[in-house]
């Protein structure tokens, strides 16, 4: 099964896809598709992702502020 998307992409983008696509001797849509599958394998095989979630911890913004923590870590423990 298929599933069609409709991007909406910004003129300056939508000129340099074309020159990719050009340069390849592809449509734009498929070096899009192409990116996105790319993207999506990376994720899949991505091993650190197996540790997603094997640590529990109060904090919930870490993915935001995860240099300010380790910045105060290294401070508390080289003090």
């Known amino acids: 099964m298929a599933y069609t998307l409709?991007?909406?992409?910004p003129n300056h983008v939508y000129?340099?896809?074309l020159e990719k696509a050009s340069m390849a001797g592809k449509t734009p849509e498929r070096v899009v598709?192409?990116?996105?599958?790319?993207?999506?394998?990376?994720i899949d095989n991505d091993?650190?992702?197996?540790?997603?979630?094997?640590i529990t911890s109060d904090k919930t913004?870490?993915?935001?502020?995860?240099d300010?923590?380790?910045?105060q870590e290294l401070?508390?423990?080289h003090a």
């Open 61 to 66: 913004d870490v993915s935001l502020h995860h």
């Open 33 to 42: 598709l192409e990116w996105v599958e790319a993207a999506t394998t990376e």
């Open 15 to 17: 000129k340099m896809l």
């Open 6 to 9: 409709t991007l909406e992409v």
């Open 47 to 54: 091993p650190l992702l197996s540790l997603a979630g094997v």
């Open 75 to 77: 401070i508390a423990t």
């Open 68 to 71: 300010d923590y380790i910045g």
